[in-house]
């Protein structure tokens, strides 16, 4: 059982950066697609970007694209999500979620993912 564990979320200004993490010890992260969620108070869930397992490819979700970055560090087992010019509606619980071997073409899709995190609170107020 892969388990996730986010880390990196807090309060920050509008226009502030903050760099989530996504981490397991037991498992080679890079064999999973890597996505990132997020869920607001009386929102539903929604996809914010993705990384695939197979070629590497990225995807946003129109509203962070050219703000948000996602990345890999294979050697620390990790998938990073940077934040820049964060806004107040990026105020929401963050999750990120695995697919073994996943290519990432519907990243965008929960159902897609078969490991999540417990999720991290990220505040965009001044």
């Not at 397992?53 to 129109?62: F, K």
């Amino acid at each position: 059982q892969l388990q996730l564990v986010e880390s990196g979320g807090g309060l920050v200004q509008p226009g502030g950066s903050l760099r989530l993490s996504c981490a397991t010890s037991q498992y080679t992260l890079e064999y999973y697609a890597i996505g990132w969620f997020r869920q607001a108070p009386g929102k539903e869930r929604e996809g914010v970007s993705g990384i695939s397992s197979t070629d590497g490819g990225t995807y946003y979700a129109d509203s962070v694209k050219d703000r948000f970055t996602i990345s890999r560090d294979n050697a620390k087992n990790t998938v990073y999500l940077q934040m820049n010019n964060l806004k107040p509606e990026d105020t929401a619980v963050y999750y990120c979620a695995a697919d073994l071997w996943g290519d990432g073409s519907k990243w965008y899709a929960g159902s897609e993912y078969d490991y999540w995190g417990q999720g991290t609170q990220v505040t965009v107020s001044s």
